[in-house]
């Protein structure tokens, strides 16, 4: 069994200790999410793991050869490459020889007929053979086309952020590890790419680490839970939900402890306090009893103070937007389509669909960024816009924390009307006052997103536009958003991949389909996924069945009449069986001619015609067996 032992792992930064002599065992099969504050050092821990030399100390113990494969948060692509050859990127010699193969092929389409390219391409065809780089070229490809990249000859450059964010995480995947640790895996995923990702990741055989803001997707893959906090790794078994509960079992039990330590510790003062006319040997062993409490108690971190939301927002009537007849074109490209919409106070609505329909660009015009085409939207008046956007928006990186948000407002009440000062409003949102005088430069990319959310609260907004407010953000910190939204009294449209945040928040669905289309739904965010993968089984199901009906009917018989075979069917399929199998070993035999060195370039040219043939046949001879198969 592989295992990854790590102690003694530490990291300062300045004055300021991430973490402390962090120790723990990775196991082979463990699935273990990290959790921890956006700053604590989740990120820094994990870039730890894969550069020892990152950290102050750490120990490690593995197995010689032991591989990691990293999914960075802010991953490094050459721009310069092609998808694949940017998902080959690497040492490995069958990635080599995969880069070299698709270089050839693009050669070989475009110039067939030159003598030196024919025999380049052929003689690489020949080593994907000798190697066995086929099933790994097939893989990449089937896994960049669940992630929604299907443009493999694009250069990274000119993808979105997102899509080179999922060109590395296939990059991540495909490596032969026995460790994957992903930083946040599931940012810029649509849910199909989720569902997919945790079903490949609970089948993997190697171990994995991650850390994610998606509950349901850390609910569904972790079997372990690492929570970094107080400088040190808390360890819990099992999933999400486990963790949960253990954690409120511990605080509680620790809680009790605590003060009870306290009390005996209060005691003990008064009894020093009082002092003993003769000390004796029982008397300096309660000396030094008191002595250990008082130390045991320094030694204890304080308590955290909770993280909170207790901002005022301002009166809002019962206009917010009047969309009529909306309809909005860039570049030939119909984003919205003729769209009406009444958006009220009080609505909670939720905007999905994938990735490029126009989610963003329909907050945009909300927030009168992006004007329509045609079609009026029109703002009510006491509307107070807070437009959180995916990237954090006049955040100069040379201003220190406290002087950013004393720029943006001062003296904001909070629901009881107190008023509440800059340095007050960030400790409620965990910055404390060493934190508060640190330059923005300093943070984390959590910590800056942290700090932009509150930047959006404190100027007390009636309407939320929130897009993927839940990327980079932490459990915790989100916990505490989706609570403020439940007593928040304004509108809120959010837009999000996040299926916990949608369930938790939303109350009804904008779901964007594309070419400007936008339909509406009252179903939960799971909800609405689970009726739109059991159309997409039953659209599946009457396709397979109407092809058969087609084939049957081409055969003279009807497939709706159909419960067992005609004997002449029944004497086809016996015939098939054997059939079949000897067209396996006809395209083995062929396989064996294209890795025979002794055969020229026009042999070659003829078995790969004859394997090509041969494959085709034996894909039409599948699918009548297994027509077949389902009367026998």
Do not use: C
């Amino acid at each position: 069994m592989k295992t990854l032992n790590i102690s003694n792992a530490s990291k300062t930064f300045g004055e300021r200790t991430m973490f402390k002599n962090v120790t723990f065992t990775i196991n082979e099969n463990d699935r273990i999410g990290l959790l921890g504050l956006n700053g604590v050092g989740k990120t820094t821990l994990l870039d730890g793991l894969v550069n020892n030399n990152d950290l102050n100390t750490i120990d490690v113990e593995k197995p010689k050869n032991y591989k990691i494969s990293y999914l960075k948060q802010q991953p490094e692509l050459d721009e310069e490459l092609s998808v694949v050859d940017a998902v080959f990127a690497g040492e490995n010699e069958q990635f080599k020889l995969i880069r070299k193969y698709e270089a050839s092929l693009i050669n070989f389409n475009k110039n067939s007929d030159d003598k030196k390219i024919q025999s380049e391409f052929f003689k690489l065809q020949e080593r994907m053979n000798a190697a066995d780089a086929w099933q790994m070229e097939s893989d990449v490809k089937a896994i960049l086309n669940k992630l929604g990249i299907t443009e493999l000859d694009k250069k990274i450059s000119e993808l979105s952020g997102g899509q080179q964010r999922r060109v590395a995480l296939a990059q991540t995947l495909i490596f032969d590890a026995d460790l994957l640790i992903l930083d946040e895996p599931t940012n810029h995923l649509d849910y199909q790419a989720i569902d997919w990702l945790e079903g490949y990741l609970n089948k993997f055989k190697g171990s994995v680490m991650f850390v994610t803001h998606d509950r349901y997707f850390l609910n569904k893959v972790a079997n372990r839970i690492f929570e970094l906090e107080n400088r040190n790794v808390t360890e819990y078994d099992g999933n999400y939900e486990k963790y949960l509960s253990q954690k409120a079992a511990n605080e509680a039990t620790n809680a009790a402890v605590q003060q009870h330590k306290t009390q005996m510790y209060k005691k003990e003062l008064d009894w020093m306090r009082a002092g003993v006319k003769a000390r004796g040997t029982k008397q300096q062993a309660r000396i030094d009893r008191f002595n250990d409490l008082k130390d045991d108690l320094s030694d204890k971190p304080a308590a955290e103070k909770e993280m909170s939301i207790d901002i005022a927002q301002q009166r809002l009537g019962n206009d917010v937007f009047d969309i009529k007849d909306a309809s909005l074109q860039f570049d030939n490209q119909t984003i919205i389509d003729d769209f009406s919409y009444l958006v009220s106070k009080g609505d909670r609505i939720g905007i999905t669909g994938s990735n490029g329909s126009g989610k963003t660009t329909f907050l945009n015009v909300l927030a009168d960024k992006i004007k329509l085409t045609s079609g009026t939207v029109k703002t009510g008046q006491t509307v107070n816009l807070g437009y959180y956007t995916q990237y954090t928006q006049d955040m100069d990186p040379e201003k220190r924390v406290i002087r950013y948000l004393e720029g943006i407002g001062q003296g904001v009440r909070n629901e009881d009307g107190e008023r509440m000062s800059a340095s007050q409003l960030l400790d409620t949102f965990k910055f404390d006052h060493q934190m508060q005088g640190a330059f923005i430069r300093e943070l984390s990319g959590g910590e800056k997103r942290r700090l932009y959310l509150l930047a959006i609260l404190i100027k007390q907004p009636n309407v939320l536009l929130l897009d993927e407010p839940t990327n980079n953000l932490d459990i915790e910190t989100l916990t505490i958003l989706e609570d403020y939204l439940e007593r928040f009294k304004g509108t809120v449209l959010a837009v999000s991949h996040d299926r916990y945040f949608l369930d938790k928040v939303a109350s009804k669905l904008l779901i964007f389909k594309g070419q400007g289309q936008i339909e509406e739904s009252y179903d939960s965010y799971s909800g609405y996924l689970e009726k739109m993968n059991q159309q997409e089984v039953e659209k599946h199901q009457q396709n397979k069945e109407k092809k058969a009906e087609e084939k049957s009917e081409e055969s003279g018989t009807k497939t709706a009449e159909k419960t067992k075979l005609t004997y002449a069917e029944q004497m086809e399929l016996n015939k098939l069986e054997p059939e079949i199998e000897k067209l396996d070993d006809e395209i083995s035999n062929l396989k064996a001619q294209l890795n025979d060195d002794s055969n020229d370039y026009q042999k070659l040219m003829d078995f790969q015609r004859e394997l090509d043939e041969a494959n085709k046949k034996a894909d039409t001879m599948m699918e009548r067996w297994e027509y077949l198969s389902q009367f026998e």
